[in-house]
């Protein structure tokens, strides 16, 4: 079970990450964390930027190393990852990479009360997420290949990674959508004819459950 963290906000791991490779101030890690893709990554909110590296400041993972000025600017703080900021980093690391933890997926909400529509639209709208899925495969391996170029696989893994799911995802999509369409997704005749019937939500619950309808729900408490 992943453990709960003094400063928690994945973007703290972004900014540990970051000042492993040196010393900087906030706008240059903020630099470096759109120059590596750490946004895309790590779905970083930039109003917290100051938020989290104070945080992590107070909990003794980062600490002050100086402070520099540049012509009129105000004077920029520099920040320093300290040993407990690298074994968090690394703990981290060890825990995401090791342990399987439950995301919350508009795609799976949208799945579990697919019931709500008839199976004709759900054709169509998973063909609309298809073809939006396969431009964004198109472009993402053009943006690797391009990367291979330049950078080793070990900076790319997440990239490499993140195709993966969204080719797997594609394949998914398409499989349930051609199913429905030539209809031997199971059941789908019955699912289709809740729809012009006008059966209520309780009343596909009862069918699908194999009660009665108005049949109250069994005693859990009688041996």
């Known amino acids: 079970m992943a453990r709960k963290r003094k400063v928690g906000n994945l973007m703290a791991l972004a900014v540990l990450s970051v000042l492993a490779t040196g010393d900087m101030h906030r706008y240059e890690i903020a630099a470096r964390l759109r120059a590596w893709g750490k946004d895309r990554d790590m779905g970083v909110k930039w109003g917290s930027l100051y938020t989290v590296v104070d945080n992590l400041t107070r909990h003794g993972f980062l600490e002050i190393a100086g402070s520099e000025r540049d012509g009129a600017r105000p004077e920029r703080t520099i920040y320093r990852i300290t040993d407990a900021g690298r074994a968090e ?29 008839p199976p004709d639209d759900v054709v169509e709208l998973l063909g609309t997420r298809i073809a939006a899925l396969e431009r964004t495969i ?59 019937a006008g059966t209520t939500p309780a009343e596909v619950v009862t069918e699908v459950e194999g009660g009665a309808p108005g049949a109250q729900p069994p005693d859990t408490n009688s041996r």
């Open 89 to 117: 980093l690394a703990d981290w690391a060890r825990e995401l990479i090791s342990t399987p933890m439950p995301e919350q997926r508009p795609f799976m909400a949208g799945l579990s009360v697919l019931a709500a529509l």
């Open 138 to 196: 198109a472009e993402q391996r053009a943006q690797l290949s391009t990367l291979e170029s330049t950078l080793p696989r070990l900076f790319l893994i997440e990239d490499e990674y993140e195709l993966a799911m969204l080719e797997a995802e594609a394949h998914w999509a398409r499989t349930t959508r051609d199913a429905l369409a030539d209809g031997t997704f199971p059941e789908i005749g019955t699912w289709r004819a809740w729809h012009p």
